[in-house]
């Protein structure tokens, strides 16, 4: 199996297609990028020179290489001329089996057959995608996190068929790559984080609905609280930190923790009469009243650069 990738091919060239195409060129690697109009295509690349002058900007890029980063990418429109010559596809099209299954059917066609097909889905199952393809052993999920290009987690999961030699090598690359990855024993829907933000979020549309507090406070209390120490602290070493270890946690706060799972939410999808209530709160929301969606992603991406500074080298 190709163990020495070198040329990536980045198929769909939106939000996170783009991400990936930023993050490969900056590293070294020529990246073909394909999509289905030159306007997508063009929009894209002028984002991406605006992501590698932002990690000039920010000293994550050395002065030159941004130049250099950005020849290294090439366009088409043509999914069988981009794959061809790839080492590793990273596939980011929209997030439903029947788009999946089209493309994957289409690179597997076209693309040399120890070539490794990565998805970028944020929730479907590669156990699903890969039943249209000929070579389901080399088949990944790769799940990055928005702006790619910054944010070190990806997700690892391959599907039934997935050789594990596949999930090496590409777990090997996300490394090269200066992500952090994590590897999935199995496969579950929404993987780690999306369950994790699923959670979180149904309780704070819950909150707000019911008129606990507003969104603006409950975006509050998440970023002045418990989201002040998620940059080095999950919630397992919360726990154990919270009970003096772990048995402790466990011994002293089940009963608590009880009383609030038994009150908690527990709808499987927004109740309508929750919609409006919850909608208009965040549109209340001063920084979003304030400010354009352009003007605040670029300031999120500010701070994640402060973030990034952090050394999380553990304790
Ligand atoms: N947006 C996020 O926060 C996020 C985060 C992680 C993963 N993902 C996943 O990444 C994937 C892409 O999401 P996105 O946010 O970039 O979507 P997007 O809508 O911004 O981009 C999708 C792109 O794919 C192109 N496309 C559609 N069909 C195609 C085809 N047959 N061949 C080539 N290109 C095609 C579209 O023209 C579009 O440019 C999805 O699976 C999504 O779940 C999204």
């Known amino acids: 199996m190709q163990h020495n990738i070198k040329k990536v091919a980045c198929v769909g060239s939106g939000l996170i297609g783009q991400g990936w195409a930023t993050l490969f060129a900056a590293n070294g690697y020529g990246v073909i990028m394909q999509d289905l109009s030159e306007d997508r295509l063009q929009s894209a690349v002028e984002q991406i020179d605006l992501n590698l002058k932002f990690l000039k900007d920010h000293g994550r890029l050395q002065k030159g290489r941004a130049t250099e980063a950005s020849k290294r990418i090439r366009t088409t429109m043509d999914l069988a001329e981009a ?11 929209p997030d439903d089996y029947a788009a999946k299954k089209s493309v994957f059917k289409e690179m597997d066609a076209a693309a040399a057959s120890d ?8 929730g479907l199952l590669m156990s699903e995608i890969q ?13 990055p996190f928005l702006p790619v290009h910054l944010l070190p987690l990806v997700e690892i999961v391959g599907g039934k068929q997935t050789a594990p030699e596949t999930v090496e090598i590409t777990y090997n690359l996300m490394e090269k790559l200066g992500k952090s990855p994590v590897r999935l024993k199995k496969e579950v829907s929404g993987y780690i984080v999306n369950r994790l933000q699923a ?14 507090a507003s969104a603006e406070d409950v975006d509050r209390a998440f970023c002045t609280g418990m989201g002040m120490r998620d ?3 999950g919630p397992f070493l919360r726990a154990h930190l919270a009970g003096d270890g772990i048995e402790g946690f466990v011994e002293y706060y089940s009963e608590s923790y009880r009383l609030r799972w038994e009150s908690m939410a527990a709808w499987k999808s927004i109740p309508p009469p929750m919609r409006d209530p919850f909608v208009k709160s965040v549109n209340e929301m001063a920084v979003v009243r304030k400010n354009s969606l352009k003007k605040i992603k670029n300031w999120r991406d500010k701070m994640l650069i402060e973030v990034l500074k952090l050394n999380r080298s553990c304790c």
Do not use: M, N, W
């Open 83 to 93: 794959v061809k010559d790839a080492d590793y596809v990273q596939e980011s099209v």
């Open 115 to 122: 070539t490794i097909l990565a998805s970028s889905s944020s």
């Open 199 to 212: 959670a979180v979020l149904r309780e704070a549309i819950d909150l707000v609905a019911t008129g606990v």
């Open 131 to 143: 039943k249209v393809v000929t070579r389901p052993q080399r088949c990944v999920l790769v799940h």
């Open 231 to 233: 940059p080095f602290i």
